[in-house]
């Protein structure tokens, strides 16, 4: 049922679906373990040179002009591109506890966690031949300053990037952030983009935003200078639709006509990579590597089969569970059990009651009979009382079994049950297989009677457009809430207009997929109310519009502290429970994502930082690593 704002569209890889396709959780039946082990699905210890693969996936960027390390509006199947063409400066440690040298070399903090000296390697090139270097890392993070969308989830967090030297870059957080370079490493904006790559930027533009146009927060006037200075206005090509993205990575696109929007792309070996393996090998191993773009999830496994795929990505449940089952001659991992928190499928709730519309704060709902934003009415998701009515009318675990097959886990919070920040007994309203029609029951009757409602009360829930999971799961949720007195509209949108409608707050209900990472750092710009910075200025991307001090002080104090050190796990089990307090999402379950591979695909689940020595996390969200993958 679910629909992902997918924070990829923003900045980092903690959401599992895609564009607003709806996923379902799957059970995991291996996890990642050791380099060495043979008997992990995907993990290989030889190599061979040559080859091509064809990789499956679910979805692609609407314009080659959007597909960027900074700007682009990445999903999963655009990490999994990605990840072909741009390198990032950190990578994530396969048990994601810490993080590794790719393009950069070490990240140095002052004493107040909010300086960070990143120093980066030399000798390495863009696939034009241009030196990576401070520019381009400045580059690419100013980038995202400026960008309508990205711009919102990364000036609540860096202040300025600066240029030190010609290998040494500043990021300043903007709050003590002690596993920052971890972040970085599961961020959009880790890919390092050459300047051709990026949308167009006016200089009115830039003018909007120094005059904080964003979110309230001020983009640096230096930072502003540097960007002007180093990317003339008017980058990419008109006919086109924008150049050939252009990275440091194991791949190049060699000439645009090798991407076919919405079909497949071509990407070539890049025969200068800078990388080798833990042999000294040049780096990658295969010719090239094309996307094709498969939109079913049965068609795509029906692909692999057939052979016209060779690996595929899927978080679809129903293919998940036959792979689990076994298909000859094809391995499989799922992501279930990785050091990662999984995403959620969940139903997002507006708990103010008011939109940003233009430059004005406007209260009001969803109308239930026009589906359009009305100043003249109230929303009841913003009564905490409806929240909790909403959630005890809900059996998760029959929208587990009936809407997700039974697979994934059924989820009360943030955490996992098995995450150290998990908090058992945490006081959310129910249990999974139980529900309350009295006392939800009863909260909604004391509504309707303090507002003069008679009949049942109406609120409006969004839903992706076209997604049979995300109407089969409204009509479950529906029939639920209807026990209670609470009649639910439903409002169908294409991707795009339901995530803007939570970033305008022009919503009061809406399915949702999010959260979750490696670190859980990553999921502070998502409930940031802005505050505790002594600004009134809304963050457009704190979707739920939840504002407690004792959370978001939870959240500072943890990413304040040393990275394992006990006061960091404190902090996020108490942000844990304040989410039962707040009642800003009614959980549902996790989402899960799966990878498989023919029998001659080896290595897909394999990948090394930049040394080649280091084991890194991968596959990760959605996308995997194509540098060390091999065809027997």
């Given at each position: 049922?679910?629909?992902?704002?997918?924070?990829?569209?923003?900045?980092?890889?903690?959401?599992?679906?895609?564009?607003?396709?709806?996923?379902?959780?799957?059970?995991?039946?291996?996890?990642?373990?050791?380099?060495?082990?043979?008997?992990?699905?995907?993990?290989?210890?030889?190599?061979?040179?040559?080859?091509?693969?064809?990789?499956?996936?679910?979805?692609?960027?609407?314009?080659?002009?959007?597909?960027?390390?900074?700007?682009?509006?990445?999903?999963?199947?655009?990490?999994?591109?990605?990840?072909?063409?741009?390198?990032?400066?950190?990578?994530?440690?396969?048990?994601?506890?810490?993080?590794?040298?790719?393009?950069?070399?070490?990240?140095?903090?002052?004493?107040?966690?909010?300086?960070?000296?990143?120093?980066?390697?030399?000798?390495?090139?863009?696939?034009?031949?241009?030196?990576?270097?401070?520019?381009?890392?400045?580059?690419?993070?100013?980038?995202?300053?400026?960008?309508?969308?990205?711009?919102?989830?990364?000036?609540?967090?860096?202040?300025?990037?600066?240029?030190?030297?010609?290998?040494?870059?500043?990021y300043t957080t903007r709050h003590p952030w002690a596993s920052f370079p971890l972040w970085l490493s599961q961020?959009?904006?880790?890919?390092?983009?050459?300047?051709?790559?990026?949308?167009?930027?006016?200089?009115?533009?830039?003018?909007?935003?120094?005059?904080?146009?964003?979110?309230?927060?001020?983009?640096?006037?230096?930072?502003?200078?540097?960007?002007?200075?180093?990317?003339?206005?008017?980058?990419?090509?008109?006919?086109?639709?924008?150049?050939?993205?252009?990275?440091?990575?194991?791949?190049?696109?060699?000439?645009?006509?090798?991407?076919?929007?919405?079909?497949?792309?071509?990407?070539?070996?890049?025969?200068?990579?800078?990388?080798?393996?833990?042999?000294?090998?040049?780096?990658?191993?295969?010719?090239?590597?094309?996307?094709?773009?498969?939109?079913?999830?049965?068609?795509?496994?029906?692909?692999?089969?057939?052979?016209?795929?060779?690996?595929?990505?899927?978080?679809?449940?129903?293919?998940?569970?036959?792979?689990?089952?076994?298909?000859?001659?094809?391995?499989?991992?799922?992501?279930?059990?990785?050091?990662?928190?999984?995403?959620?499928?969940?139903?997002?709730?507006?708990?103010?009651?008011?939109?940003?519309?233009?430059?004005?704060?406007?209260?009001?709902?969803?109308?239930?009979?026009?589906?359009?934003?009305?100043?003249?009415?109230?929303?009841?998701?913003?009564?905490?009382?409806?929240?909790?009515?909403?959630?005890?009318a809900i059996n998760r675990t029959t929208y587990f079994n009936v809407v997700d097959g039974g697979t994934g886990?059924?989820?009360?919070?943030?955490?996992?049950?098995?995450?150290?920040?998990?908090?058992?007994?945490?006081?959310?309203?129910?249990?999974?297989?139980?529900?309350?029609?009295?006392?939800?029951?009863?909260?909604?009757?004391?509504?309707?009677?303090?507002?003069?409602?008679?009949?049942?009360?109406?609120?409006?829930?969004?839903?992706?457009?076209?997604?049979?999971?995300?109407?089969?799961?409204?009509t479950i949720i529906a029939g639920m809430l209807l026990k209670v007195g609470i009649e639910l509209v439903q409002?169908?949108?294409?991707?795009?207009?339901?995530?803007?409608?939570?970033?305008?707050?022009?919503?009061?209900?809406?399915?949702?997929?999010?959260?979750?990472?490696?670190?859980?750092?990553?999921?502070?710009?998502?409930?940031?109310?802005?505050?505790?910075?002594?600004?009134?200025?809304?963050?457009?991307?704190?979707?739920?519009?939840?504002?407690?001090?004792?959370?978001?002080?939870?959240?500072?104090?943890?990413?304040?502290?040393?990275?394992?050190?006990?006061?960091?796990?404190?902090?996020?089990?108490?942000?844990?429970?304040?989410?039962?307090?707040?009642?800003?999402?009614?959980?549902?379950?996790?989402?899960?994502?799966?990878?498989?591979?023919?029998?001659?695909?080896?290595?897909?689940?394999?990948?090394?930082?930049?040394?080649?020595?280091?084991?890194?996390?991968?596959?990760?969200?959605?996308?995997?690593?194509?540098?060390?993958?091999?065809?027997?």
């Amino acid at each position: 049922m679910s629909v992902a704002m997918d924070r990829r569209s923003f900045l980092t890889r903690s959401a599992a679906t895609v564009g607003g396709i709806a996923t379902a959780g799957t059970v995991v039946d291996v996890m990642l373990a050791d380099i060495a082990s043979a008997a992990t699905p995907g993990v290989d210890g030889g190599h061979n040179v040559g080859g091509d693969l064809t990789v499956g996936i679910q979805s692609e960027v609407p314009a080659k002009l959007g597909f960027s390390g900074s700007q682009g509006k990445l999903d999963a199947s655009g990490f999994c591109i990605a990840q072909t063409v741009y390198d990032g400066l950190f990578a994530a440690s396969h048990d994601g506890t810490k993080f590794l040298p790719m393009l950069a070399l070490s990240a140095t903090a002052d004493k107040t966690f909010t300086q960070w000296t990143i120093t980066l390697r030399q000798g390495v090139k863009f696939h034009n031949g241009d030196a990576f270097n401070a520019d381009a890392v400045m580059y690419n993070a100013i980038a995202s300053f400026v960008d309508t969308t990205v711009g919102l989830a990364a000036i609540p967090l860096v202040t300025s990037v600066t240029k030190l030297s010609d290998y040494k870059v500043l990021y300043t957080t903007r709050h003590p952030w002690a596993s920052f370079p971890l972040w970085l490493s599961q961020s959009q904006v880790n890919f390092m983009a050459h300047k051709s790559t990026f949308k167009t930027v006016t200089a009115a533009k830039v003018a909007a935003l120094s005059a904080n146009a964003v979110g309230g927060m001020p983009i640096p006037a230096a930072v502003l200078t540097a960007y002007a200075a180093y990317c003339p206005f008017g980058q990419g090509d008109a006919t086109t639709g924008g150049g050939k993205p252009i990275g440091t990575g194991p791949f190049q696109l060699n000439n645009l006509s090798d991407w076919e929007m919405q079909t497949k792309s071509k990407w070539y070996k890049n025969t200068s990579y800078w990388r080798k393996d833990a042999g000294g090998r040049a780096l990658p191993y295969l010719n090239s590597v094309t996307h094709k773009v498969i939109v079913d999830p049965a068609s795509r496994l029906q692909a692999l089969q057939a052979g016209t795929v060779q690996l595929i990505v899927t978080p679809d449940g129903q293919s998940i569970r036959s792979l689990k089952a076994g298909i000859n001659g094809i391995s499989s991992r799922t992501d279930q059990n990785d050091p990662r928190d999984p995403a959620i499928n969940s139903i997002i709730m507006n708990c103010w009651s008011q939109a940003t519309i233009g430059t004005s704060v406007v209260r009001g709902a969803v109308n239930p009979s026009t589906l359009q934003f009305d100043s003249s009415l109230r929303s009841p998701t913003s009564d905490l009382g409806i929240r909790k009515a909403i959630i005890m009318a809900i059996n998760r675990t029959t929208y587990f079994n009936v809407v997700d097959g039974g697979t994934g886990l059924t989820m009360d919070g943030v955490y996992r049950p098995t995450s150290k920040y998990f908090v058992a007994d945490h006081g959310y309203p129910t249990t999974a297989n139980q529900v309350n029609i009295p006392a939800a029951t009863a909260l909604v009757n004391a509504y309707k009677s303090a507002h003069g409602i008679s009949g049942n009360l109406k609120i409006v829930m969004d839903t992706i457009q076209g997604s049979s999971a995300g109407d089969q799961g409204f009509t479950i949720i529906a029939g639920m809430l209807l026990k209670v007195g609470i009649e639910l509209v439903q409002r169908k949108m294409v991707a795009s207009d339901l995530i803007n409608a939570k970033i305008g707050k022009t919503y009061d209900l809406s399915a949702w997929a999010q959260f979750g990472g490696i670190d859980p750092s990553e999921n502070f710009v998502w409930f940031n109310s802005n505050k505790l910075y002594g600004t009134q200025s809304p963050n457009f991307v704190n979707f739920a519009q939840q504002a407690d001090p004792l959370l978001e002080n939870a959240m500072l104090s943890a990413m304040a502290a040393p990275m394992g050190s006990a006061a960091v796990t404190t902090g996020w089990k108490l942000v844990n429970a304040r989410m039962a307090v707040d009642l800003p999402y009614a959980w549902l379950d996790s989402t899960v994502n799966a990878w498989a591979a023919r029998s001659n695909v080896k290595n897909w689940a394999f990948a090394t930082d930049g040394t080649g020595k280091a084991q890194t996390f991968n596959p990760t969200g959605g996308s995997a690593s194509f540098t060390e993958i091999y065809l027997a």
